[in-house]
């Protein structure tokens, strides 16, 4: 979850992979749901414009997870600030937003590189505190930025953990799984 | 629509989906939605205590606004609500400084197939014109010609008085109008409609009379009765849901049952609807089908998911997939 173009489906995707997981279901529009290789995803869904697609990506992983539990990833749309003139990204922001209330965790993702944290950012992050799900920020696309930058990010958002990684290279991926496994098994 | 009422940013969301609403709608943007979402869980017990100590006109007329722009579609409907609430406050202060004041021909008639709002429509309007002080009470009687038409002579004007006396200072509702004319000239439905008509000059400003029914029925109706034609100023279309918002008000529905819609749901929803007004069904384009789906749904959901031996975790709870829905299956 976050805002347009930071990573977020490069992320699922690859942090799917390297669960082990090959697959992922995509709602391509409103009428049917397809199940595709996560290959196939990333070349389709992923881009450098903001919003190629508004399509939900799932993955579902079973198997070698804490207390057998299943683990179910989802992706967001970008969200936009301000009014977006499309009402079905309007409509896709609103069903993100109303996800937020269901999740048992949500990963906040930011590009690391950005120069000051934006409105729609200090919104999310103020919100997470009232949500019943646990809040996580990953500082994304650390590959491109600097190590100050990172660590601006983390001074700013001290009242959640700020995993710094970058979807591309997979560096930080083992700490998001240690992350995410852990609170598995505080939920029990 | 008149300069100066331009849409503006509504700023005081009850609910969560009143912020869902209005960011779908493009009423308000994005990091403003996630801000009010914010506001609504920090200040929920401190708003809940507040909105129960408060009191007086502008905050319940508030409300009704608010539960009205709600209302999936009814755009035309809502619209012309908000053109009689400009009109009252007008005609007010034209009042206070001596000028002309038109008397208001508040009574209606309401156009549309069952299962279009055209009874929560009633229901707002009636608190709408209590908070404006054009009606004292502002409750809702809803009737049919089973209530009006009695058996003997006499009888149905009397039954049909005794309504309206229910139905002083506030609306009086009659369902399925049309059937006041079915009987001929000879029929004892005639009767009501002259004793409603002599009301509305007996008790005007008294009450609202809202005569709802089918289009086509309702057209011939009001035709065919001179006295009715000239006393109605509003007539109000309630056109069929379509299937996009039909889909809307399930998910609005579900939001408020702390339900949601499983990926892929919400389309084969769409699809559903889509076909079933291609083929005229009768409850084609009825959001009380919707209710209907929707409660059969989550006993669905319940069966399927108490017979799994793993965990529920809590989102599994909440979303229904389309196997729960699947109309065409027993
Ligand atoms: N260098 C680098 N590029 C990245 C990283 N993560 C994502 N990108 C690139 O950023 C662009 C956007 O990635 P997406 O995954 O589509 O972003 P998104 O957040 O899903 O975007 P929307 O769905 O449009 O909101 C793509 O060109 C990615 O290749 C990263 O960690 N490092
Ligand atoms: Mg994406």
Known sequence: ?188 | MAEGSAPVEPTHPRTRQDVLYWLEGGRIGGETAVRHLRQLGANQAEEDRERSAATGAALRRDGVFQELDALIGLTTVKMVIREIEALVEIQRRRQQVGLKVETQMLHMVFKGPPGTGKTTVARLLGGIFRSLEVLTKGHLIEVERADLVGEYIGHTAQRTRDAIRKALGGILFVDEAYALARGGPKDFGKEAIDTLVKAMEDYKGQFVLILAGYPKEMDLFVETNPGLRSRFGMILDFPPYTAQELVTICRHMLRERQYVLAPGAEGELEHYFNRIADSAHPYAGNARMVRNLMERAIRRQALRLVKRRVATSRETLMELSWVDFDPGAK
């Open chain 1, 1 to 188: 979850m976050g805002r347009p173009n930071v990573g977020k489906t490069l992320l699922l995707l690859n942090f799917a992979a390297y669960l082990g997981v090959s697959e992922v279901y995509r709602r391509r529009d409103l009428h049917d749901e397809t199940v595709m290789s996560v290959d196939a995803a990333r070349s389709e869904l992923v881009s450098r414009v903001a919003l190629k697609h508004l399509d939900g990506l799932t993955v579902r992983v079973n198997g070698k997870l804490p207390r057998g539990r299943a683990l179910t990833l989802t992706d967001g749309v970008g969200l936009f600030e301000g009014v977006h003139p499309e009402v079905k990204v309007r409509h896709a922001m609103a069903e993100t937003l109303e996800r937020l209330f269901v999740a048992e965790m949500i990963v906040h993702v930011m590009d690391s590189r950005m120069a000051s944290v934006a409105p729609m950012d200090e919104q999310l992050a103020a919100l997470g505190g009232t949500l019943p799900g646990a809040w996580l920020v990953v500082a994304n696309k650390a590959d491109l930025a600097s190590d100050a930058a990172s660590r601006n990010l983390r001074g700013h958002f001290a009242n959640y953990p700020v995993l710094t990684l970058s979807a591309v290279t997979r560096r930080g991926f083992r700490r998001l799984k240690d992350h995410l496994f852990e609170h598995m098994e505080r939920l029990g």
